[in-house]
């Protein structure tokens, strides 16, 4: 398995979001096996929750459809478990804190990186608080991966890029996930700003779904992160793995070859 680290260098990664257990976990992890296939750089899994605060309305249903499947944080972990000799591309789990101390954050730390669990975004923990999750999954060897966003004072990004590792997620826009937020500075300069405080990789989320989009993230950032767009298009799908590949094959290779023109 590739470390996050190494999934940034060279090239302009790509990164792509799937709720885990929509529609189930077995369609889950073959997809997530199709992802790595395809060349996708790092897969972003993210742990269904009822009331997912940082996602737009196509991430809030697939965890709904997740959860109604009866996926949980054990099951989802056991189906990463089993895929952990199977897939090249690092892992990310993506969740809201209460999953976290519901499962036991010890338990999770440790959990997570038999998994092979490369990192863990947690939206809803602001990170002068997450300070004893860091130190749990940094003793694992996982990386606790930190957000960022257009509005960020100067003062609190330097306190997040000091306790941050693997990637910063940068939020494109202010608003959730799928949606077109509110635009502020240029892609570039918002960049270049987190940029002078850190020498970590910079991932570009939240609204990126077509090509074009992506191809314009990757000339600022380091990396893309596509999660809605993805999901909206499999959604009809099912369960169905033929359909799902037909769909999802090209427009992995549409956002391979927009993201991967521009070279690090």
């Known amino acids: 398995m590739k470390t996050l680290s190494s999934a940034f260098e060279g090239k302009k990664a790509l990164v792509t979001y799937l709720a885990a257990g929509d529609p189930d976990l077995d369609t889950t992890a073959y997809l997530l096996k199709l992802l790595d296939t395809e060349g996708v750089d790092v897969l972003e899994v993210g742990i269904p929750f009822s009331d997912p605060l940082a996602d737009g309305p196509v991430i809030q249903q697939a965890s709904q459809r997740a959860l109604a499947g009866g996926a949980t944080l054990k099951k989802i972990l056991g189906m990463l478990k089993d895929l952990r000799n199977e897939i090249s591309a690092p892992r990310v789990l993506m969740g809201y804190m ?4 519901a499962y036991g954050q010890e338990k999770f730390a440790a959990d997570a ?10 939206p809803d923990l602001p990170f002068h608080q997450g300070e004893k999750l860091a130190s749990l999954l940094r003793e694992q060897g ?11 004072p100067a003062e609190r990004l330097r306190g997040i890029c000091e306790r941050a590792s693997g990637f910063l997620y940068c939020v494109s826009r202010l608003g959730v996930t799928g949606e077109s937020g509110t635009a502020g500075a240029s892609p ?19 609204g990126v779904g077509t090509p074009e989009k992506a191809a314009l993230a990757a000339e600022a950032a380091d990396g893309v992160v596509v999660g809605s767009a993805l999901i909206s298009l499999l959604e009809p799908c099912g369960t169905d793995r033929e359909l799902l590949r037909s769909k999802a094959v090209p427009f992995l290779r549409s956002l391979r070859e927009a993201v991967g023109r521009t070279r690090r």
């Open 113 to 122: 990186a038999g998994a092979g669990v490369s990192g863990v975004i947690i």
């Open 98 to 101: 209460n999953s976290i101390l």
């Open 142 to 152: 996982v990386d606790f991966i930190l957000m960022v966003t257009p509005n960020t």
């Open 188 to 206: 570039k300069e918002y960049i270049d700003r987190i940029r002078s405080h850190t020498s970590l990789p910079l991932a570009l989320g939240f």
